[in-house]
């Protein structure tokens, strides 16, 4: 019953280097998010999909890329690592956006970018 | 415009004592509200939802939460805390789907509750 899988858990970067995370759901949900967690910031969303081949904007796109080829994988990348990046990465998905339904999230991704 | 504003950032309380993690929303519409609980270095799992059918929603592991429209408040609490409860939470109202936003979460910045023994 692996619900929303993440990988890696844990990234160290250098300055400028590049990375792509994987969220995998197996729960066939339509929508898919990435959100960014960084202390007393609580999470804030970098973009998000409705729909396979489709993505947008969350609240704090810049300086990441996002793409769903394929209904249950939600990557997220990082084109040029800031250490401003450094962060806690988590997935979700939802079913649907229905007013009382829940999202379900991954285990998070630690990124160090130095 | 949605947003949720946890008052504290920070509550310490002892084993067996009662546990109150206050939340306030605003929203142009009747709110969907969610808690969250994230254990260290763990995902975030749902504590509770309110689904408008009740004030008082209840969660998992003892938790419940009210709904109280005059105060536009949604406080989490537990009679008696326990020391695995020590976590962070979160209060997440979900913007409506009006403007394309798909029903987004919207997060509160966190209360992080620590259970002295």
């Known amino acids: 019953n692996a619900g929303v899988t993440q990988t890696p858990k844990f990234r160290v970067l250098k300055t400028g280097q590049s990375m792509t995370l994987l969220c995998a759901q197996d729960m066939n949900h339509e929508y898919m998010y990435w959100y960014r967690q960084d202390p007393g910031m609580g999470l804030r969303l970098i973009h998000y999909?409705?729909?396979?081949?489709?993505?947008a904007k969350g609240e704090v796109p810049d300086g990441y890329n996002v793409s769903r080829l394929k209904k249950q994988n939600f990557l997220l990348g990082l084109e040029s690592a800031a250490p401003s990046q450094t962060s806690v990465y988590f997935c979700?998905?939802?079913?649907?956006?229905?007013?009382?339904?829940?999202?379900?999230f991954g285990q998070g991704t630690r990124l160090t970018v130095v | 415009a949605q947003s949720v504003t946890q008052l504290d950032s920070h509550v310490s309380v002892s084993e067996g004592t009662p546990v109150l993690l206050r939340c306030n929303y605003s929203?142009?519409?009747?709110?969907?509200l969610f808690w969250y609980v994230q254990h260290p270095n763990k995902g975030l799992q749902l504590l509770l939802k309110y689904t408008s059918a009740a004030t008082l929603v209840k969660g998992i592991n003892g938790f419940e939460a009210e709904f109280k429209k005059s105060e536009t408040s949604f406080h989490l609490t537990k009679p008696s805390a326990h020391m695995s409860d020590a976590a962070e939470y979160f209060c997440?109202?979900?913007?409506?789907?009006?403007?394309?936003?798909?029903?987004?979460?919207?997060f509160g910045k966190g209360t992080k509750l620590s259970v002295k023994p």
């Open positions: 979700a998905s939802s079913s649907q956006t229905g007013r009382y339904t829940e999202a379900f």
């Open positions: 929203s142009s519409y009747s709110p969907s």
């Open positions: 997440v109202v979900k913007m409506s789907n009006y403007g394309g936003s798909q029903g987004n979460l919207i």
């Open positions: 999909s409705v729909g396979e081949g489709t993505t």
